[in-house]
């Protein structure tokens, strides 16, 4: 019998020292994991899924095996990619509908919650190369419509997104009679077979010399802006460069010429950019028909590119990069990295892009935004110091936010909710004198209450926390000692009491937690010893009595 109160009173012992140890603050990685952790399932139960999956990936590079963390990133990735294929169904709907503007947004959606999404990567790649093929121009007339425009070139009134995609229309509904529109060549159809069917309305093109205009490359111009000064439309670089026979577009240099040839047939030099009507302007006489647009039976447009794809998409990703079009930059190198994995220009240039987009983040106080930036950024280049830098920045100013917010909880004594809130300032953190001495001061105010209300193992734990923090504090010494001091006597005496009331097991439960904090406490064992055996006694005299 005296082995099994030992044993419980060594097991009670261990359960405190562990507690004692689990209540301490963890330090170092851990800390900072567990900070990350918190933060992304608080931003899961916000629905915020996204910037959560950042959260324990960036727990992930500090604690690998943690199995919350790795059930969390499985968890969201696949929530993540449903969204994903929802918003692209919507966006093949759009499309579909010839509301390229609407289509485009659904499918950066797409890509923004699964950065690898190929087919919405396609629609992207699709929409951007239809702006490299020949076309012929066609002004609206009266009674017209997209749709009668599909009918009389392409001989089929359900390809009229051809013609929507490639003029750019957010509403394809919206044409006047008057407008200039582009109608491009598709497969079946030939830049011939296009001007012989508008033979009515402008004449055959005489086969005289080509007509172009000569340019020479001023510091800080591309062939994309060159094709932004003369058509309107950046898209259109690869004219440029086949018409120059020039492989690489990124290869041109300052003082080079090069020969910029007229897109229509007409005796100007530069093609009218697409037209954009304006919110008072009178809707199409015709509108588009209401039935579904078959695409899927249409044979895809065949690409016969003249110059090298890849080239294409660094060379417009690189031009938006200039313009600080960072999110459809970022676009046009996920496309090149799609095809060239190792492009050592794509991939300096979308980190830096990445990086950049969090840095506009960070001055707009989104820094669940930027840190998501800056991870895409870390998958590109794990040797990124700005992605590194940038995410010390937003760990010091949330952790400021955090504190401000905890020295607030502190003030109007809601110690609890300021330790946890404390403890996430250190945690991003752990060289902010100003959290630490809040958490300090949390703790032993914490501590000084338990302490008065005679909660002495409590008030033992919240000066054990605080003295982690400040190792020199000697007050949060001695009330340590004096806590459980305190708390053996009490317990003791307590048990004294129930002993002379013969009240045996209020008096072993009380000794029974002297010795498992001190067994060694005067002499507790004996008394322990005493009232177990009176105890069994009376247990089985009442047994006997009952039968």
């Excluded at 899924?49 to 590079?61: D, I, N, P, R, S």
């Excluded at 498992?516 to 177990?532: C, E, I, R, S, W």
């Amino acid at each position: 019998m005296k082995r099994k109160h030992v044993c419980v009173g060594l097991g009670l012992f261990l359960a405190i020292i562990l507690g004692c140890q689990a209540s301490q603050a963890p330090r170092g990685k851990d800390k900072q994991a567990n900070a990350y952790i918190q933060q992304a399932q608080a931003y899961e139960s916000q629905g915020n899924l996204v910037e959560a999956l950042a959260q324990y990936k960036l727990a992930q590079t500090l604690a690998p095996n943690e199995p919350v963390v790795t059930e969390g990133i499985i968890r969201l990735e696949q929530q993540l990619n449903e969204l994903a294929e929802a918003h692209y169904q919507a966006g093949l709907n759009f499309r579909d509908k010839g509301k390229w503007r609407l289509a485009k947004k659904e499918f950066l959606k797409t890509l923004r919650y699964r950065p690898d999404h190929e087919k919405a990567a396609a629609m992207l790649q699709q929409r951007q190369t239809e702006g490299t093929r020949a076309f012929i121009t066609h002004e609206i007339a009266p009674g017209e419509s997209i749709s009668k425009l599909a009918l009389k070139y392409y001989g089929d009134y359900k390809k009229y997104h051809h013609i929507v995609n490639f003029n750019n229309m957010s509403n394809a509904t919206r044409v006047r009679v008057g407008q200039r529109v582009m109608v491009p060549v598709i497969e079946g159809v030939t830049i011939d077979d296009l001007i012989r069917i508008s033979a009515g309305v402008s004449a055959q093109p005489s086969p005289e010399k080509e007509a172009y205009t000569v340019h020479q490359i001023q510091p800080g111009e591309s062939l994309a802006k060159v094709a932004q000064i003369y058509y309107g439309d950046y898209h259109l670089f690869p004219i440029i460069a086949k018409y120059n026979d020039i492989s690489d577009p990124a290869s041109i240099k300052v003082g080079q010429t090069v020969k910029v040839p007229r897109l229509e047939k007409d005796p100007e030099p530069v093609a009218a950019p697409p037209y954009r009507p304006e919110a008072n302007e009178p809707q199409a006489v015709a509108a588009i028909p209401d039935a579904p647009v078959e695409t899927a039976e249409e044979p895809q447009a065949k690409e016969s590119e003249p110059v090298d794809q890849v080239a294409e998409y660094r060379e417009t990703g690189i031009f938006l990069f200039n313009e600080k079009n960072y999110d459809e930059a970022i676009v046009e190198f996920q496309k090149v990295l799609g095809a060239a994995p190792e492009d050592a220009d794509a991939i300096e240039y979308i980190t830096r892009a990445y990086v950049e987009t969090a840095r506009a983040h960070i001055e707009a106080n989104r820094l669940d935004e930027a840190k998501t930036a800056l991870i895409k950024a870390l998958d590109y280049n794990d040797d990124c110091t700005d992605c590194q830098a940038l995410l010390a920045r937003c760990r010091t100013i949330e952790a400021e936010a955090l504190t401000e917010k905890g020295e607030v909880l502190f003030r109007n004594n809601q110690f609890d909710e300021a330790i946890s809130t404390l403890e996430r300032a250190v945690a991003l953190n752990p060289d902010d004198a100003t959290a630490s001495g809040l958490l300090f001061q949390t703790y032993f105010q914490k501590a000084l209450i338990l302490y008065n209300k005679q909660d002495f193992l409590a008030a033992k734990t919240s000066f054990e926390n605080a003295a982690a923090i400040q190792s020199d504090c000697s007050e949060c010494k001695q009330y340590i000692e004096k806590s459980m001091a305190e708390y053996k006597e009490r317990h003791y005496n307590e048990g004294i009491v129930f002993f002379g009331q013969e009240e045996l097991k209020k008096a072993i439960s009380s000794w029974e937690k002297v010795s498992a904090v001190d067994p060694d406490y005067k002499d507790v064992q004996q008394n322990l010893k005493k009232a177990t055996l009176l105890n069994d006694r009376l247990e089985r005299i009442k047994k006997s009595t009952t039968q």
